[in-house]
């Protein structure tokens, strides 16, 4: 028997914040809006996006405040927050003639009065921030009117606004250009007013003092990049700047300036020709990776370097195009530049913050190591000189097996008579140090996007990404996949988030077979995921995506195909579904009751409630919705079951009726319940079945799981009651 620590993966205590995000961001625009919607996607994008990704789970989770009942952002619902907040409010004509409307019916009155006092009480604390975006409306009366006079906003840009509106309509217009800098804007004030002891973002201007000529071309082996760049910050952004031969004042001590401001500032590389081999540009940045400040090349290489330098590199890189003579395409490198300078700082600040709660024992790197950064973090740790063994964590992903063979090396030979250097990540580190945590387990999900997903501040994509959790976490531990659903059917395929977390589970494997880390993986990706499809649900079309699949995935995937006495068919035998609507119900009911053989324990998520017709396509499909069916059945089968009761649907149903949450759903849960006896019966028995079947957590996590609406975090849930499970198995044996 082992023990089993969970702490390091769920840090799940009595706190008052989400275990794993560090920021909430809650994007508010009325339904009106013609550009509410695709800015919000725009930001959904990007802060999903490899910008901010290497974490334990996602730092920053983005909502959406909109519809008819707009979801608050405050803690009404039970939703366990982010320790901090961010309100976006999109101030357009349709939010301001909203707002405008004294009612007490009406809903956007009420949300613009709470936005407001919410916005001006929170100044202090810096828990809660506002950032209006003012969108083509200045509002004269009211709340909306007090909240813009009291803080500065961001005026959108007509150009953008008239893009944004344009895609509402025609998905396939480009807003990428001008979106990039909106986000900039947005991460600077989170970075500015978010943090105490924060300050106004600096950044260090690198250069060779060879690349200040106003004369440069390419010809001369320079270039006017370093001229471009100041010009860009001063006439399109907010940033302060720290440019020695600007900044240093007569008098002062300019060597020790600029070794203070290195260490101090993010600092943008100017990389020219004349750059890679000068001893103060290589004290520059050696000064900041030993301080891990966020670093961003701007390569703008003429004739490339005769050598280079190691100092330089292992930092994020934006090419420059030297020899162009578009002065656009300049101006957008160093946009670009600029902009992901910005999102450095602001990871490297929700790294500080979530590695300082959940590895507060491990020293850590905000960014991938090298030797200057490794060299300094192990420094300041004063470590024994006998330790057994020196862990440094940083953010997935990981280095590459000959990276970390390199660095290990080093390691051992400036410290002969320390253990060996394990170098992890998030995810290595959550790999079990023994045997698999969750060793012949299997895992099933019941899984589809609900409708009203708006109520719940959430969009399809939370859906999908919290599949996407449980199925990468599960899989880290050892466990086994199952779903029985159907592949491309609707707009939103969870089978694809299944498979992506297969794909990434496959890339951390090879990396761990490939290092000398000591590190293992609890098992191989073969047979990951047994995807097992109803035959009243094979269609032609569903036959053809399933063989797509399993021929993609040979050696990850088994797809089967159940039939109505519980038989499991290989896709090639199966035959396809023929027979009337109605049994097609009652096949699917007797099948979903066959499902428990296949798993060990199932996650519910999502969940469809409105019966398939012609006026909902993509309603379910049975007697019961489906993932009733499937957790009635479960409990029945004495297999414990994981609610992910905060992203609304038949999973929010059944932890209302637990006593878990109060969704904003709960009136049209009670006429649900009321006007569908059947209904009302199989969640009454759902309800008093999942009480005699521990899932391994207890009454105070369940109630956080079932509430959360980070994805993270419910995953995160699901792994700690499962390693429970697993344990009290090994007693038991």
């Not at 794993?20 to 994007?27: A, G, K, N, S």
């Not at 939010?95 to 004294?102: G, I, M, Q, T």
């Not at 569903?542 to 109505?564: H, M, W």
Request: charged share 20%; proline share 6%; hydrophobic share 35%.
């Amino acid at each position: 028997m082992h023990t089993i620590d969970y702490t390091h993966d769920t840090n799940v205590s009595k706190s008052s914040h989400s275990p794993t995000c560090e920021l909430d961001i809650h994007v508010i625009w009325h339904p009106d809006s013609s550009v509410g919607e695709p800015l919000y996607n725009h930001l959904v994008d990007h802060y999903h996006s490899d910008a901010f990704a290497g974490f334990t789970g996602s730092p920053i989770e983005v909502f959406a405040c909109t519809g008819k009942k707009p979801h608050l952002w405050h803690d009404e619902h039970n939703d366990t927050p982010a320790p901090r907040t961010v309100l976006i409010p999109i101030i357009d004509s349709a939010l301001v003639r909203a707002s405008s409307e004294d009612s007490s019916e009406n809903p956007w009155r009420s949300l613009a009065l709470k936005l407001s006092d919410a916005a001006l009480s929170h100044t202090l604390d810096k828990t809660l921030i506002t950032i209006p975006i003012m969108a083509g409306a200045q509002p004269s009366y009211g709340p909306l009117e007090t909240l813009t006079a009291g803080i500065q906003g961001i005026n959108l840009p007509e150009p953008l606004h008239q893009r944004l509106a344009k895609q509402s309509t025609s998905p396939t217009t480009n807003t990428t250009r001008g979106t990039g800098s909106l986000i900039r804007e947005i991460n600077q004030s989170i970075l500015q007013r978010s943090f105490l002891n924060s300050h106004k973002l600096t950044v260090f201007i690198s250069h060779a003092r060879a690349d200040l000529s106003t004369t440069d071309t390419p010809e001369s082996g320079r270039t006017e990049v370093v001229a471009t760049i100041k010009k860009y910050i001063n006439d399109a952004t907010h940033i302060s700047t720290f440019f020695d031969t600007h900044t240093i004042q007569v008098g002062s001590e300019w060597q020790q300036e600029i070794k203070n401001a290195a260490a101090s500032c993010a600092l943008l590389m100017v990389r020219t020709n004349s750059y890679s081999l000068r001893p103060w540009t290589q004290t520059e940045v050696k000064i900041a990776k030993e301080n891990q400040r966020p670093i961003v090349c701007l390569s703008a290489l003429v004739e490339g370097e005769k050598r280079g330098s190691f100092i330089m590199d292992h930092v994020p890189t934006v090419a420059y195009p030297a020899h162009s003579n578009d002065d656009e395409k300049k101006r957008d490198a160093v946009n670009n530049a600029i902009n992901m300078l910005v999102d450095e700082a602001l990871k490297f600040r929700l790294w500080k913050q979530q590695s300082a709660r959940i590895f507060a024992d491990v020293p850590t790197l905000a960014s991938a190591p090298d030797p200057i950064a490794l060299s300094q973090v192990i420094a300041d740790q004063q470590m024994p000189s006998k330790n057994p063994q020196v862990q440094i964590v940083y953010p997935d992903p990981p280095l590459t097996s000959v990276e970390t063979a390199a660095l290990t090396r080093i390691f051992a030979l400036g410290h002969p008579h320390s253990g060996a250097l394990v170098l992890n990540t998030p995810r290595t580190h959550s790999i079990p140090k023994t045997n698999a945590e969750h060793a012949n387990i299997r895992i099933a999900f019941s899984a589809s996007v609900p409708e009203e997903l708006s109520a719940y501040g959430i969009t399809d994509t939370h859906i999908e990404r919290t599949v996407a959790e449980v199925a990468q976490l599960a899989l880290i531990k050892g466990a086994r996949l199952t779903y029985a659903g159907t592949i491309g059917e609707n707009a939103s395929c969870l089978t694809t988030s299944i498979l992506d977390a297969i794909d990434r589970y496959q890339s951390l494997e090879r990396y761990v077979r490939t290092t000398s880390s000591g590190m293992h993986c609890p098992g191989d990706a073969r047979h990951a995921l047994t995807l097992t499809i109803p035959r009243c649900a094979l269609t032609s079309e569903q036959y053809k995506a399933a063989l797509r699949v399993q021929n993609n995935y040979p050696e990850t995937v088994d797809v089967k195909v159940l039939d109505i006495s519980g038989t499991c068919t290989e896709l090639d035998e199966a035959q396809q579904w023929r027979d009337s609507v109605e049994s097609r119900q009652q096949a699917f009911t007797a099948i979903r009751a066959r499902l428990p053989a296949f798993c060990d324990a199932r996650a519910i998520i999502g969940g469809k409630l409105r019966r398939r017709d012609s006026q909902h396509p993509h309603g379910y499909q049975g007697i019961l919705p489906g993932i009733i069916d499937e957790a009635l059945a479960t409990v029945r089968a004495r297999k414990p079951l994981y609610l992910a009761g905060g992203f609304g649907g038949a999973a929010a149903l059944l932890a209302w009726r637990m006593g878990y949450i109060n969704p904003p759903a709960a009136h049209a849960f009670e006429q649900l319940l009321s006007g569908n006896e059947e209904l009302a019966k199989a969640v009454n028995e759902i309800n008093q079945g999942i009480t005699q079947v521990s899932n391994g957590l207890s009454e105070e996590d369940n109630r956080r799981m079932c509430s959360t609406r980070h994805p993270s975090d419910f995953a995160r849930y699901v792994a700690k009651g499962l390693s429970e499970i697993c344990r009290t198995r090994e007693i038991d044996s």
